[in-house]
């Protein structure tokens, strides 16, 4: 069993950024995927970052993202990040972390076994 809690939303102006942190707990995280998905209202969640556990911790993006953001993890700290540079109003969401022991298909929501609750990222033009 994993427990994620998110944690670093809040309201930023367009061209800032932001640090979303998801704290887990649980045995041998360490051999978890994470991902880090986003709902907007009215929208579907959609996928926008994983870090594998294998493969020296591959890491993989949605294309939208333009490489603004970064997604890493601290094994240690059992903890994942997801780094949001130059911000735009389109990526206001709710944010979730999630976790699975799959090593595939890391875009799908549904290969994820965990999920946090959310954390509200609001960006104004």
């Known amino acids: 069993q994993v427990h994620l809690v998110e944690s670093g939303g809040g309201l930023v102006q367009a061209g800032g950024s932001l640090r979303l942190s998801c704290a887990a707990s649980?045995?041998?995280?360490?051999?978890?995927?994470t991902g880090w998905f986003r709902q907007a209202p009215g929208k579907e969640r959609e996928f926008v970052a994983a870090?594998?556990?294998?493969?020296?911790?591959?890491?993989s993006y949605a294309d939208s993202l333009e490489g603004r953001f970064t997604i890493s993890r601290d094994n240690a700290k059992n903890t994942v990040y997801l780094q949001m540079n130059n911000l735009k109003p389109e990526d206001t969401a709710v944010y979730y972390c999630?976790?699975?022991?799959?090593?595939?298909?890391?875009?799908?929501?549904?290969?994820?076994?965990?999920w946090g609750q959310g954390t509200q990222v609001t960006v104004s033009s």
């Open positions: 870090n594998r556990w294998s493969g020296g911790g591959s890491t």
């Open positions: 999630a976790a699975k022991r799959a090593q595939d298909r890391d875009s799908d929501l549904r290969q994820y076994d965990y």
């Open positions: 649980g045995r041998n995280f360490i051999w978890y995927t």
